[in-house]
């Protein structure tokens, strides 16, 4: 027991200690931990360090994805969707099949579903990449794609290496893989929404800040564990959960449990992925003592791992090219609409538009009668969309760097180490998959800058930004104005957020200026609510 709590103490000033010097040299912490890790599992003198992938992928990825999913902008995910779902299941899935065949063709005496498993395993890509980005001030667009991947293609890797491992026992048909994966995420998607909803109603009804923290603390395994009860995936589920939350929390739940449990989440993310990291490269000894007894050398694992690497990249490589082409497609497309849109708008704001409207009496496709103002909402977003696209477009040079950021991490490690015990070159898997995570991050993630610098990607202006900020302030002083003579402060930063909240459904404005506006209502509503005003 004083052991463990001795490790523990020196883990936690390891994990402090690199975020203070990464922070400070330009490097992703991660990478740091992962470098120590491996530098001290060579010392002869430390034991092996073994931890249970349930740990990982149960205890430690739910909450960490529920988290990021949360935080994330609702805009953004609605808008990028499309890409989003591309990557993080078209993609897993064409790179774990391609990947599968190489290793089927290089590693004697493989079958074909164990090299699919092998190709799951190594396919989702990590979100650590995201935190290197982020700080080159890049296109928001990329950083919404990376994060959006990195929630849900996890997901999509296990269920895959859920298939291939049953494909061992028993002949399994394509169309049998598809309807269990078809069935995980109807579930995941359900359990998380109910979960989410369930969170934001009982939150919204408790007083205490630090009761809510902690209640937010238990949503992730709230969905979690239930959908993998019936069978459908877990991190899936967290994942809903997380952006149902993100949605409504504005709404639902006071600002001061929104403050204090943003901060207690970036201490739980600190802890969680900086220890998952350093485990990873801790427990290196223990894979390379294994594959020494049941092997000769490391060679094999050395040049598949490699091949194996090559082999993603260049697969993500043609189909970003591809996701590249057809976004190119729909920017001129959008091009060609614009016009069109813009008499529809003039048309809806002409006056008598509401009466001639209502004369005509129009339907939507299901019979619903559709009011003019209705119609007018949508036109709206979707002039909004357009113009979102078109002012921040999706090129070759932002295509590279989503193609370099994607790098492998724990999940990959974690998701190895849960193979069968009797899969055939079984520690021989396991040290490709750690040999192709931790040969990524540090390759990818220590040169990612270079490629960024190297590409010069579109970056997010602030002469744009502080318009739209401008114009923020313009809505808030038109809101506070447009309250009653009467009303208090407090109600006057309701009408406020209202009406922040009525411009991101329209999506006139940018994530990061509106979240902006909304952080600055949250700070002056608890600076009134602790000095007793309003």
């Known amino acids: 027991m004083d052991a463990f709590l001795i490790v523990s103490v020196l883990g936690l000033l390891v994990i402090a200690a690199a975020t203070l010097i990464a922070s400070r040299v330009g490097v992703a912490s991660p990478l740091l931990l992962v470098v120590l890790g491996l530098l001290v599992s060579l010392v002869p003198a430390v034991p092996e360090v073994t931890i249970a992938p349930e740990w990982i992928l149960a205890g430690v990825l739910p909450p960490l994805l529920y988290s990021a999913a949360a935080s994330m902008p609702s805009l953004d995910f609605r808008r990028e969707f499309t890409a989003i779902g591309s990557l993080s299941v078209v993609l897993v899935i064409v790179s774990a099949l391609l990947t599968g065949l190489f290793f089927t063709w290089v590693i004697p005496g493989l079958s074909l579903a164990w090299g699919i498993a092998l190709g799951a395993i190594v396919s989702p890509t990590d979100a650590v990449a995201t935190s290197i980005v982020k700080r080159t001030g890049i296109s928001p667009r990329v950083i919404t794609m990376l994060e959006g991947e990195g929630l849900l293609n996890d997901a999509t890797a296990l269920v895959l290496l859920r298939a291939a491992i049953a494909a061992t026992a028993a002949a399994v048909s394509i169309v049998g893989v598809a309807g269990s994966f078809a069935l995980a995420v109807a579930v995941a998607a359900a359990v998380g929404f109910a979960a989410g909803r369930l969170n934001l109603a009982v939150r919204s009804r408790v007083s205490d800040p630090t009761v809510s923290t902690v209640l937010s603390f238990t949503v992730p395994f709230l969905a979690s564990v239930p959908a993998e009860l019936l069978h459908g995936s877990g991190l899936f589920a967290a994942v809903i959960a997380g952006l149902v939350t993100g949605r409504g929390a504005v709404r639902r739940i006071p600002s001061q449990h929104r403050l204090a449990e943003q901060q207690n989440w970036r201490t739980i993310e600190l802890l969680l992925e900086g220890g998952v990291f350093l485990l990873m490269g801790l427990e290196l000894t223990g894979v390379l003592d294994q594959v020494i007894r049941d092997h000769d050398g490391y060679g094999l694992a050395i040049g598949a791992a490699a091949g194996a690497l090559g082999v993603t ?203 902006g506006a909304l952080e600055v209502l949250d700070a002056e509503q608890v600076r009134l609510e602790l000095l007793g005003e309003g």
Do not use: C
């Open 313 to 515: 990249v260049a697969v993500r490589t043609g189909y970003v090219a591809l996701l590249v082409a057809s976004l190119g497609w729909r920017a001129r497309r959008h091009r060609r609409l614009r016009p069109r849109l813009d008499a529809v708008q003039e048309r809806i704001s002409q006056p008598g538009a509401d009466q001639r409207w209502a004369e005509n009496g129009r339907r939507g496709r299901r019979g619903r009668q559709w009011t003019l103002e209705r119609v007018r909402v949508r036109v709206a977003r979707l002039s909004a969309d357009i113009d979102y696209f078109l002012a921040r477009p999706f090129g070759w040079r932002e295509g590279t760097v989503v193609v370099w950021a994607g790098m492998r991490g724990v999940v990959t490690v974690a998701a190895a180490q849960t193979l069968p015990a009797d899969t055939p070159h079984r520690s021989l898997l396991v040290l490709i998959a750690f040999i192709v995570a931790a040969g990524s991050l540090l390759l990818q993630g220590s040169s990612l800058g270079a490629v960024i610098r190297w590409a010069k990607p579109d970056t997010e202006s602030p002469v744009v930004l502080a318009a739209e900020r401008r114009a923020l302030r313009e809505l808030l002083e038109e809101a506070a104005a447009g309250a009653p003579a009467a009303a208090s402060q407090l109600a006057v930063l309701a009408a406020q957020r209202d009406a922040l909240l009525d411009a991101r459904d329209s999506g006139r404005y940018s994530s990061a200026a509106l979240s």
